[in-house]
């Protein structure tokens, strides 16, 4: 399978000011774009050809795992950001209280992880198999797929991601990146954490509603599938 640049879910300039365009064109047209052309690159001929994306991310290493998984990441991350004013569920909010206490506290821990993160990663909410939520780091490629728990929710803090935005000042992009929030794709994946770790969804959300995510997945497990 050759994988393709997903769509943007919204135009390049519809996160502005919080994110600019120019900083889309560089971050989704150029890095984005070129991890999907180096794992194509790489699987091309070989027995990764045939794995889903997922299946890399559990079992490929090095480089096909790096760019496998940095596809994955970008994907979410574009996903779960939204020009479009969102709210959690009241199932997910209320997981999220009972875990960190508040929305507020939430958000404050998910921002001092991130602040915290030395170098290049990503930064997750994630579902376990025993529906405890966590906020976890992972350094560059790095997903936590691999470690068996769900991600529902990701921030990318490899500088590319704000530098031309922010310069050096991560937390005022982390305050931002929290405005900009897809809750209902979080909210979607929360309660199809089952499912969805199982799946690639690079082609969801495009209109940004849960029903048109959720088909685009049925869609997207057929691909995979076949
Ligand atoms: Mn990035």
Request: proline share 4%.
């Amino acid at each position: 399978m050759q994988y393709s640049l997903m769509e943007l879910p919204y135009p390049k300039d519809a996160l502005e000011p919080m994110i600019s365009a120019r900083t889309l064109e560089y971050h989704y047209g150029k890095h984005h774009a070129g991890y999907v052309e180096k794992l194509n690159g790489l699987i091309k001929d070989t027995e990764f050809e045939t794995k889903s994306l997922i299946e890399l991310i559990k079992h490929a290493e090095g480089a096909i795992f790096n760019n496998a998984a940095q596809v994955y990441n970008h994907d979410f991350y574009w996903t779960n950001l939204s020009n479009k004013p969102t709210k959690p569920s009241l199932e997910l909010e209320s997981h999220i209280r009972s875990e960190f206490g508040s929305m507020d506290a939430f958000e404050k821990e998910f921002q001092t992880k991130a602040l915290g993160l030395f170098g290049s990663g990503w930064v997750w909410l994630c579902i376990d198999k025993q529906e405890n939520l966590s906020i976890v780091t992972t350094s560059n490629a790095d997903n936590p797929i691999r470690s068996g728990l769900i991600p529902l929710m990701v921030c990318d803090v490899w500088e590319h991601a704000y530098y031309l935005d922010y310069q050096n000042a991560r937390a005022e992009y982390l305050a931002n990146f929290f405005k900009l929030l897809n809750w209902k794709f979080i909210s979607f994946n929360f309660a199809n954490h089952q499912e969805h770790a199982q799946n690639y969804f690079s082609h969801v959300c495009k209109e940004n509603t849960p029903y048109c995510e959720y088909l685009d997945s049925l869609e997207e497990m057929e691909k995979v599938s076949t």
